[in-house]
């Protein structure tokens, strides 16, 4: 194992048992994420996309195979990995600051440093003024952005994103893809995000997994260099070699609408 290696995934299958019998949803996985790196994984609906990050997460172990965070095996989850979703999972109730403090509330490390930093975050990421806000008068984008900052709260050395900004609108998506590569760079967090928009995934990434169709395997595994003035993901979308990587991993996907 190489010192920087953050993630390792050493031939991980994993199959869900249910009344119907045995389904596999991901075999013979392997892969190793460096730290600081931005990993997207791309693959049709079903291949088991999100397993791989449950997997990461500790919330299920893999049927065979091994999970190394840092060298070591995943038992459970731990405040090594944070987890941010689709929905923003706020709760109406709590002003956003309550919001992003209760990450460190579920594991009891709230204390006066934990506290100044998560709103600091905020207050660094533009919510500063929300902070005693409810989450009912935010933005959708807001929202996803509080959710990050509760997520990081937590000081997790790995950022697992599933779809986190399928719910919202097109602009919306675009902006925020922009603000959330900016914070995960600047806080120099391990970041794997699973999408299924190819642009976003090649535009936000440094490599990009592409996955067959269920039981997911790694179909192959792309290297994006993008020529750029910044590394802001909507500007890198107007580089030249950024339709080429399209064009091959769209084949791959082999999308079709039947
Ligand atoms: P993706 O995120 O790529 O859409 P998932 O990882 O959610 O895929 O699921 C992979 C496959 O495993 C799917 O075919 C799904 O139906 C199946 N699956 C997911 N969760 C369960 C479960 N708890 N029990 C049985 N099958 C499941
Ligand atoms: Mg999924």
């Known amino acids: 194992m190489n010192h920087q290696d953050i993630v390792t995934l050493d031939n991980v299958s994993l199959n869900y048992h249910s009344l119907e019998g ?75 600051q309550q919001n992003v403090l209760l ?50 709260a937590i000081n997790p050395e790995v950022l697992l994103l599933d779809e986190p900004f399928s719910a919202l609108d097109y602009q919306t998506r675009l902006a925020l893809s922009d603000e959330v590569t900016n914070i995960i760079r600047k806080e120099k967090k391990t970041a794997l995000l699973v999408t299924h928009d190819i642009s976003e995934a090649i535009s936000m990434s440094d490599r990009l997994l ?23 993901p909507v500007e890198l979308r107007k580089a030249p070699e950024f339709r080429e990587y399209f064009n091959k991993i769209w084949k791959e996907l082999d999308v079709h609408v039947s």
């Open 22 to 96: 045995e389904t596999p949803a991901i075999q013979n996985i392997s892969f190793t994420v460096s730290k600081g790196e931005f990993i997207g994984i791309v693959g049709p609906s079903g291949c088991g996309k999100t397993t791989i990050l449950s997997l990461i997460a500790g919330l299920m172990k893999p049927t065979s195979g091994r999970v190394l965070i840092e060298g070591k095996e995943v038992e459970g989850p731990s405040s090594k990995v944070g987890y941010m979703l689709q929905q923003d999972h706020l709760f109406e109730w709590r002003t956003i």
């Open 103 to 152: 990450g460190l509330e579920i594991q009891g490390k709230i204390s006066k440093e934990s506290k100044q930093r998560a709103i600091e975050l905020l207050e660094t990421y533009g919510l500063g003024d929300f902070r005693n806000h409810y989450p009912q008068q935010l933005s959708g984008g807001m929202r996803q952005r509080v959710a990050l900052i509760r997520t990081l």
């Open 210 to 232: 592409v996955l067959s169709k269920r039981p997911g395997t790694i179909k192959s595994e792309y290297v994006i260099k993008l020529t750029g003035q910044n590394r802001s």
